[in-house]
């Protein structure tokens, strides 16, 4: 069984056709890469994955649950987490109170946005096993405004961990790092596609190439080209869309 499956998506904004029959698969313990130019759709197709959009045909379906038009908060109790292009966490809450929080909302604490965080021990750890996964345990009482742009990407990435979701959808999580952090980034995803299964839109060409089983090229709404990393790359469709007459 695929850990995701998107069946001839579709979706339009009046007479404009943003979705065109879009089709991919993500099996179990695999990285599905999503690329394309600005413009080509990506972040229609995330929205239409998420729940922010519902798609006006076609077909989503996560673990075997037909997730289609089901609200955002359902796909998330389904197993659906995802990070943004644009970071979204609490600036003036701890790194340990957000990602407590977001343990908050799969388990049904009593957590309370204004009791003090260390009454609260069993949210508390497990948001701290989800730091220390991430390396990210000794920024714990950092207030989350004081981090670097690196850093709150990492705790983005464990607010969504902290959901225990089944599948990751990860939108441009390289997005403003730089080389150094970009790096230790791939590391930690690398680590975590052994165990959880993922759709990664990017545009770092050095993450995709290490990461993905399988690279979909997005252009003008439609899959232009797909398959293996190297397959794709050497595409003459995907190489005029997108990658440059290099293939780089």
Known sequence: MNALEIRNLNKYFGALHVSRNISLSVPEGQCHALIGPNGAGKTTLIHQISGVLHADAGEIVLAGQDITTRKTWQRAQAGLGRTFQLTSVLPSFSVLEN????????????????????????????????????????????PADDLSHGERRLLELAIALAGAP???????????????????????????????????????????FQLADTVSVLVDGQIVAQGAPEDVRNDPAARAAYLGDSGQ
């Open 99 to 142: 990602v407590a929080l977001a343990v908050q909302a799969r388990s049904g604490s009593s957590f309370r946005f204004f009791r003090p965080a260390a009454r609260e021990k069993d949210l508390n750890e497990a948001a701290m096993e989800t730091l220390e996964r991430l390396n990210m345990a000794d920024r714990a009482h950092v």
């Open 166 to 208: 089944g599948f990751l959808l990860l939108d441009e999580p390289m997005a403003g790092l730089g080389r150094v952090e970009s790096a230790m980034l791939i590391d930690i995803l690398a680590d975590l596609r052994r165990t959880i299964p993922m759709l990664l839109v990017e545009h770092d060409m050095d993450a995709i």
